[in-house]
């Protein structure tokens, strides 16, 4: 079995069961009927409240849940909402922004939540993912919208901005163009059938001409503008061929008119017209739909913060925070600068800046990182130690914006002046129609018709509405298989890929950890499991959590609610039943031999369970691997591409998982602070690089690298500044982008063929001098109907492909 075939095979594994609520393959290792926990947990609670008709409601298959983080949500955004709510006489206008809602039954299901809240009233508008409400003070806001995240959607105030969408405007004009073309293609239909006289004639003739006119002008300036900035970049994209198209068949027609009287390729040129606009709609269209799928991100100047003053915690930006001020940060809160701990003691997650997917305890006096996240379950003080000007975390954020959003017009599989060469073409071609008609003796009436027809004829109205609808079919695969592209230029950049580096934590892993090994939990008796579950289950704890979730999972367990839990903070917890202590924590906490405690905690186990200090069980946790993760990295090794583990966790948890996953060690890399990653990248050749990571210590390497993803959308500061983003459980979608762009270069590369035959026939056709407005208005519609046909059928499997399928991208 050869590499491609064993890659192909490799693939073709992910077509098993269905997903039972998105109806997506089930990866390997999952026998519950779900892809994800994301998608089980929304499934349960559709059952559990009632409403399963969520499900005859959605048509076809839907996309991932993605499951969001445990614990408390940031939503400081929201107190001044509640706050002005609360204040005003009667109903209030509050506009939310919901991200995730795709069809009529995520509508239905977000207006079912409101409606059983029993107050005013809600507008949903799908295509800009914004729900309009009208509530009053007595509307539980708050409880509504957590509702509405439970099921898996994203909620946070609204971004003005994209209110008004370029897409929305496209379709405008196409529509106008297209209603011009259709009028003018019925009256140039009678002219060409034989209409040569009369009052009729004259008014077909004129509306024919005036309908090519107000095509153009509603048309032209679209492409002259993008035409025009590529110039000032120096880049010779298809636009500019299309734009000289549009102005040369426009001078030549309306020449035309203004001699003889003949409205002459005015219907092509109406027709061009629309359908260029209507493949620039259809190539907008996918990338902000893709980039409004996100979270409103501000940057930092969206952050916000609470600065304790005379007795008072008013919320604040944190770019007002100075050294000195006193934060209270809540549970989940970013830590904006670096701070002095003010309290007894409280847990970080550092997992956002280096990678460390364990919280760590902190004790008064201790400094604290900018970027750090409050993972304790109570509210802690912070004193700041730098202004936010000096911040980390403003340099992470405002410093890494090195690629803008693009408009796609680098087209995957063809040079980037390929605009140049086709206008060196058409130029080429209309001037040597010229000079064999004056060699031939014809007048010059004659030269300039067959001049205008050549340049008719060669405007590229196959190529531009052809590839524009392949980059739509591709996007829409992917995005079926929960992957969205945001910047379209991705798809030629990805065939220059070599080497894809992974950060570690919530990238190869899912940020979550996962008890080791079940077998003491199953050697406990079920009083035992009760009491550990009752312990486990009243914390937020990563480590509780995971335990917490393996208790469920495997045994049905009730939760006392009489019992009365104590946590130490980043220490553990502690339950007294009957006189007796149930302790669960770290080995010095649980345990009161000092020799025996220090012995786990060197051999690194992460939890004891203890009764009256003595021990009963010892559990170690890890990091959960994404679904598949280990396939998807061989697949890629496979088709040719190098893979890379680099992360600011320690050397040995990297080692540790990179070579579970098959990295080769000399590929793994700890310890990397954000300036490490990006040298790390720019040593690789930054262009040949997909770097995939979420952390915000990985935004100085995504934006170097020649392309990025990323997994996180919770945050939109990583996800806004990437590629593509994606939400599908596993690592496949770097395998379906690296292989639909290889798929979408060749169709691309198989659409400049047809179009370079056609437009070889067609300056023949001219050339000779038998070329006739009736011919051309035949040839341009029926060469874009065939390409497009061409396109489509090439196109047409679904999901998008994986490497192996349509072959490595950078040797096919």
Same mark, same amino acid.
């Given at each position: 079995?050869?590499?491609?075939?064993?890659?192909?095979?490799?693939?073709?594994?992910?077509?098993?069961?269905?997903?039972?609520?998105?109806?997506?393959?089930?990866?390997?290792?999952?026998?519950?009927?779900?892809?994800?926990?994301?998608?089980?947990?929304?499934?349960?609670?559709?059952?559990?409240?009632?409403?399963?008709?969520?499900?005859?409601?959605?048509?076809?298959?839907?996309?991932?849940?993605?499951?969001?983080?445990?614990?408390?949500?940031?939503?400081?955004?929201?107190?001044?909402?509640?706050?002005?709510?609360?204040?005003?006489?009667?109903?209030?206008?509050?506009?939310?922004?919901?991200?995730?809602?795709?069809?009529?039954?995520?509508?239905?299901?977000?207006?079912?939540?409101?409606?059983?809240?029993?107050?005013?009233?809600?507008?949903?508008?799908?295509?800009?993912?914004?729900?309009?409400?009208?509530?009053?003070?007595?509307?539980?806001?708050?409880?509504?919208?957590?509702?509405?995240?439970?099921?898996?959607?994203?909620?946070?105030?609204?971004?003005?901005?994209?209110?008004?969408?370029?897409?929305?405007?496209?379709?405008?004009?196409?529509?106008?163009?297209?209603?011009?073309?259709?009028?003018?293609? $019925? #009256?140039?239909?009678?002219?060409? &059938?034989?209409?040569? @006289?009369?009052?009729?004639?004259?008014? %077909?003739?004129?509306? !024919? =001409?005036?309908?090519?006119?107000?095509?153009?002008?509603?048309?032209?300036?679209?492409?002259?503008?993008?035409?025009?900035?590529?110039?000032?970049?120096?880049?010779?994209?298809?636009?500019?061929?299309?734009?000289?198209?549009?102005?040369?068949?426009?001078?030549?027609?309306?020449?035309?008119?203004?001699?003889?009287?003949?409205?002459?390729?005015?219907?092509?040129?109406?027709?061009?017209?629309?359908?260029?606009?209507?493949?620039?709609?259809?190539?907008?269209?996918?990338?902000?739909?893709?980039?409004?799928?996100?979270?409103?991100?501000?940057?930092?100047?969206?952050?916000?913060?609470?600065?304790?003053?005379?007795?008072?915690?008013?919320?604040?930006?944190?770019?007002?925070?100075?050294?000195?001020?006193? $934060? #209270?940060?809540?549970?989940?809160? &970013?830590?904006?600068? @670096?701070?002095?701990?003010?309290?007894? %003691?409280?847990?970080? !997650? =550092?997992?956002?800046?280096?990678?460390?997917?364990?919280?760590?305890?902190?004790?008064?006096?201790?400094?604290?990182?900018?970027?750090?996240?409050?993972?304790?379950?109570?509210?802690?003080?912070?004193?700041?130690?730098?202004?936010?000007?000096?911040?980390?975390?403003?340099?992470?954020?405002?410093?890494?914006?090195?690629?803008?959003?693009?408009?796609?017009?680098?087209?995957?599989?063809?040079?980037?002046?390929?605009?140049?060469?086709?206008?060196?073409?058409?130029?080429?071609?209309?001037?040597?129609?010229?000079?064999?008609?004056?060699?031939?003796?014809?007048?010059?009436?004659?030269?300039?018709?067959?001049?205008?027809?050549?340049?008719?004829?060669?405007?590229?109205?196959?190529?531009?509405?052809?590839?524009? #609808?392949?980059?739509?079919?591709?996007?829409?695969?992917?995005?079926?298989?929960?992957?969205?592209?945001?910047?379209?230029?991705? =798809?030629?950049?990805?065939?220059?890929?070599?080497?894809?580096?992974?950060?570690?934590?919530?990238?190869?892993?899912?940020?979550?950890?996962?008890?080791?090994?079940?077998?003491?939990?199953?050697?406990?008796?079920?009083?035992?499991?009760?009491?550990?579950?009752?312990?486990?289950?009243?914390?937020?704890?990563?480590?509780?959590?995971?335990?917490?979730?393996?208790?469920?999972?495997?045994?049905?367990?009730?939760?006392?609610?009489?019992?009365?839990?104590?946590?130490?903070?980043?220490?553990?917890?502690?339950?007294?039943?009957?006189?007796?202590?149930?302790?669960?924590?770290?080995?010095?906490?649980?345990?009161?031999?000092?020799?025996?405690?220090?012995?786990?905690?060197?051999?690194?186990?992460?939890?004891?369970?203890?009764?009256?200090?003595?021990?009963?069980?010892?559990?170690?946790?890890?990091?959960?691997?994404?679904?598949?993760?280990?396939?998807?990295?061989?697949?890629?090794?496979?088709?040719?591409?190098?893979?890379?583990?680099?992360?600011?966790?320690?050397?040995?948890?990297?080692?540790?998982?990179?070579?579970?996953?098959?990295?080769?060690?000399?590929?793994?890399?700890?310890?990397?602070?954000?300036?490490?990653?990006?040298?790390?990248?720019?040593?690789?050749?930054?262009?040949?690089?997909?770097?995939?990571?979420?952390?915000?210590?990985?935004?100085?390497?995504?934006?170097?690298?020649?392309?990025?993803?990323?997994?996180?959308?919770?945050?939109?500061?990583?996800?806004?500044?990437?590629?593509?983003?994606?939400?599908?459980?596993?690592?496949?979608?770097?395998?379906?982008?690296?292989?639909?762009?290889?798929?979408?270069?060749?169709?691309?590369?198989?659409?400049?063929?047809?179009?370079?035959?056609?437009?070889?026939?067609?300056?023949?056709?001219?050339?000779?001098?038998?070329?006739?407005?009736?011919?051309?208005?035949?040839?341009?519609?029926?060469?874009?109907?065939?390409?497009?046909?061409?396109?489509?059928?090439?196109?047409?499997?679904?999901?998008?492909?994986?490497?192996?399928?349509?072959?490595?991208?950078?040797?096919?």
């Amino acid at each position: 079995m050869n590499a491609r075939h064993e890659v192909r095979a490799s693939a073709s594994a992910r077509e098993r069961a269905e997903c039972a609520h998105c109806q997506q393959p089930i990866p390997a290792g999952r026998d519950d009927g779900y892809c994800c926990r994301g998608c089980k947990a929304v499934a349960g609670l559709l059952r559990r409240t009632g409403l399963e008709r969520y499900y005859d409601l959605r048509r076809g298959p839907g996309v991932p849940v993605v499951e969001l983080p445990e614990g408390p949500r940031d939503r400081k955004w929201l107190e001044p909402i509640v706050e002005r709510v609360a204040e005003a006489d009667g109903p209030c206008h509050v506009a939310l922004d919901v991200k995730g809602v795709h069809c009529t039954a995520c509508v239905w299901l977000i207006e079912t939540l409101f409606e059983r809240r029993k107050g005013g009233a809600i507008e949903i508008n799908p295509a800009l993912g914004r729900a309009e409400l009208y509530v009053d003070g007595r509307f539980p806001l708050e409880e509504f919208i957590e509702d509405v995240e439970s099921f898996g959607y994203r909620v946070a105030e609204p971004n003005g901005e994209d209110d008004h969408l370029a897409s929305d405007g496209l379709l405008i004009r196409a529509g106008i163009a297209l209603a011009l073309a259709g009028n003018g293609m $019925l #009256l140039s239909a009678a002219i060409h &059938l034989g209409l040569d @006289e009369g009052i009729v004639y004259e008014w %077909a003739r004129e509306i !024919s =001409f005036f309908a090519a006119v107000l095509a153009v002008f509603v048309g032209a300036p679209v492409f002259v503008r993008s035409a025009f900035e590529g110039l000032r970049r120096g880049v010779l994209h298809l636009d500019l061929p299309i734009a000289l198209g549009m102005g040369l068949a426009f001078f030549g027609s309306a020449w035309s008119y203004a001699t003889d009287g003949q409205a002459n390729y005015v219907d092509t040129l109406t027709v061009f017209v629309a359908l260029m606009l209507l493949g620039r709609w259809l190539q907008t269209r996918v990338l902000e739909r893709n980039r409004r799928e996100l979270l409103r991100d501000g940057g930092s100047d969206s952050l916000l913060t609470r600065r304790v003053k005379d007795g008072r915690a008013e919320l604040v930006t944190c770019a007002t925070v100075e050294p000195g001020d006193v $934060l #209270l940060l809540s549970p989940g809160d &970013l830590v904006p600068v @670096e701070a002095t701990l003010l309290d007894e %003691a409280a847990s970080f !997650s =550092f997992d956002w800046i280096d990678g460390e997917s364990r919280p760590r305890a902190m004790q008064r006096g201790a400094r604290i990182p900018a970027g750090a996240l409050l993972s304790s379950e109570t509210a802690v003080r912070v004193e700041a130690k730098e202004s936010f000007s000096t911040s980390e975390v403003r340099s992470l954020l405002e410093g890494t914006r090195v690629r803008g959003e693009d408009d796609g017009r680098d087209l995957a599989g063809l040079p980037k002046n390929v605009g140049g060469i086709y206008v060196g073409f058409v130029l080429v071609a209309a001037s040597a129609a010229a000079l064999v008609s004056v060699l031939r003796g014809d007048d010059l009436v004659h030269t300039l018709e067959i001049a205008t027809a050549t340049l008719v004829v060669t405007c590229p109205c196959a190529f531009g509405i052809a590839v524009p #609808l392949a980059y739509e079919i591709v996007q829409s695969q992917l995005r079926r298989a929960g992957v969205f592209v945001r910047r379209a230029s991705v =798809f030629r950049r990805a065939l220059g890929v070599r080497r894809v580096v992974f950060d570690k934590t919530g990238t190869l892993t899912t940020g979550k950890l996962e008890i080791a090994d079940l077998a003491p939990l199953r050697a406990l008796d079920d009083r035992s499991r009760a009491h550990l579950y009752a312990l486990a289950a009243r914390s937020n704890h990563p480590k509780s959590r995971a335990l917490a979730r393996a208790l469920e999972d495997e045994w049905s367990i009730a939760l006392d609610l009489d019992h009365r839990v104590k946590e130490s903070t980043g220490r553990g917890l502690t339950l007294e039943v009957d006189g007796v202590v149930h302790r669960l924590g770290e080995p010095r906490f649980a345990l009161d031999d000092a020799a025996e405690a220090e012995a786990f905690a060197a051999r690194e186990v992460d939890l004891v369970y203890s009764v009256d200090g003595r021990r009963v069980i010892a559990l170690e946790t890890h990091e959960v691997l994404r679904p598949e993760a280990a396939l998807e990295l061989r697949a890629l090794e496979r088709g040719g591409y190098e893979t890379y583990v680099l992360s600011g966790d320690r050397a040995s948890r990297c080692v540790s998982i990179g070579t579970a996953l098959g990295v080769p060690e000399a590929r793994i890399h700890g310890e990397q602070s954000p300036e490490d990653k990006e040298r790390f990248v720019e040593s690789l050749g930054a262009e040949s690089v997909l770097m995939v990571g979420d952390g915000l210590n990985d935004a100085r390497a995504l934006a170097r690298a020649g392309c990025s993803g990323t997994p996180s959308i919770e945050r939109p500061f990583t996800a806004s500044r990437c590629d593509f983003y994606f939400i599908s459980p596993g690592l496949e979608a770097i395998s379906r982008l690296l292989g639909s762009s290889a798929r979408l270069a060749r169709v691309v590369r198989a659409d400049l063929v047809i179009a370079f035959v056609y437009n070889t026939l067609a300056v023949s056709i001219a050339v000779a001098g038998f070329m006739r407005p009736w011919l051309a208005a035949i040839l341009m519609p029926a060469s874009s109907l065939g390409t497009i046909a061409f396109t489509v059928l090439s196109l047409r499997s679904r999901g998008g492909d994986a490497v192996g399928e349509g072959g490595p991208s950078w040797k096919s």
